[in-house]
């Protein structure tokens, strides 16, 4: 999924390390025709290719969701397999799988004319084939695992490289602002980012997907950012009413398929009143979305937020601080969303991470009214003896 992993504070990052496994075929361009019947529980029928006439049976929306994250190596290679078998011996109902990472790379071969000009589907030379695809949709749905989505909007350098009027701009040159990595970014303001991942999120419900889970809806994080750049359709708004605009028009969008529109967004939004940089702030993003995932690692938390020393070592304390936060911050905001917590399933830092660790941040969710929640691991590797068993 990820060069650097979320981050929940703009102090840390997390690297991911992927392997690499080959698709070994394709959903051709436009093979995918669709008749619409009805709303994320209901049937479609969606014909390709290389296969007959398909009925979709959709999965509906759990009352509660515990999902785990599935990068695009693992979803291309056999781990998908092994999650499958995880969700369908333990308490996990979901599995949020990378359609679009912050490469850029989209999972299948797309029918998104801009997945195909920019190679999207195919720039590192694997993809998930079209039959494999279906088999994975079609096992989820036969157990009730919740297929979703998730689909990288702005930190896309793939895009950003191909076409550079959508990238941010440097004040001095007006050539790409890039982060520190050597990477550029897609301008948020840009309504044509903003399609696109509508346009990709489209072709994942049609295919099977229940629900899409929107990331890096958000400026960089960066605090050079500010001095070193320029923004020509910024027409006066701030960071935050640009996100709060664009989610917006994803959401009206993406209604008509109705389709959960969700998105994830830093841990700390909860408890910090400003938008940090990144245009992220609870009131201003939280009525604009069905689901909003702050991603609340206790690692990525500064010493001393909650008055708590190390946040890592303190996970129960660390996620019921902040979902107590999350709490009242929507408390004032009519039609707020609903919230899902993202949980720790990795190891920055002391302590190392385990079942008694993860055990804790869920309990802490439970403690304050959140049921839901997904882990988080950059690899896709998870720690089993924290799930409990199918009831």
Not at 336 to 347: K, M, N, R
Not at 354 to 383: C, H, M, V
Request: a positive charge; proline letters at 6%.
């Amino acid at each position: 999924m990820m060069t650097p992993a979320r981050i929940g504070t703009i102090a840390f990052f997390l690297p991911l390390l992927g392997c690499q496994h080959q698709g070994d075929a394709s959903l051709q361009p436009g093979a995918v025709d669709i008749a619409m019947q009805g709303g994320p529980a209901a049937s479609s029928t969606v014909r390709a290719r290389d296969s007959i006439a398909r009925v979709i049976t959709r999965v509906p929306t759990p009352d509660t969701l515990r999902g785990l994250y599935v990068n695009r190596w693992a979803a291309l290679g056999r781990k998908l397999n092994d999650l499958i078998g995880v969700a369908k011996r333990t308490e996990v109902n979901a599995l949020v799988i990378d359609v679009k990472d912050d490469r850029g790379f989209v999972l299948y071969r797309s029918s998104v004319p801009l997945a195909r000009e920019i190679g999207a589907d195919t720039a590192d030379g694997h993809w998930m084939s079209g039959a494999k695809l279906r088999a994975v949709l079609d096992t989820m749905a036969a157990h009730k695992i919740y297929p979703i989505a998730r689909i990288v909007v702005a930190k896309d350098p793939l895009l950003a490289q191909k076409k550079l009027d959508l990238a941010i701009k440097r004040k001095s040159d007006l050539k790409p602002w890039l982060d520190k990595n050597g990477k550029p970014w897609l301008d948020p303001h840009q309504r044509v980012v903003w399609q696109y991942a509508v346009d990709l999120a489209r072709e994942a419900h049609e295919l099977g997907f229940s629900e899409v889970q929107f990331d890096y809806v958000r400026f960089p994080d960066e605090k050079r950012l500010i001095s070193e750049t320029v923004y020509p359709l910024a027409n006066g708004r701030t960071r935050a009413q640009v996100i709060r605009d664009q989610l917006g028009f994803v959401r009206n969008a993406l209604k008509p398929l109705g389709m959960r529109v969700t998105a994830d967004v830093f841990g700390l939004t909860a408890t910090d009143t400003t938008d940090m940089g990144i245009g992220q702030r609870w009131e201003m993003f939280v009525d604009q979305v069905d689901v909003v995932l702050p991603m609340i690692y206790p690692s990525h938390f500064a010493r001393g937020t909650y008055k708590l020393r190390n946040p890592n070592a303190h996970p129960y304390q660390t996620i019921a601080h902040a979902l107590k936060d999350a709490i009242a911050r929507s408390d004032s905001v009519p039609n707020a969303a609903s919230v899902i917590p993202w949980y720790q399933d990795f190891t920055l830092g002391a302590p190392r991470y385990g079942a008694a660790e993860i055990r804790a941040q869920k309990k802490a969710g439970y403690d304050n009214g959140f049921q839901s929640w997904i882990l988080w691991n950059p690899k896709s590797n998870y720690t089993l003896a924290a799930l409990e068993p199918q009831s």
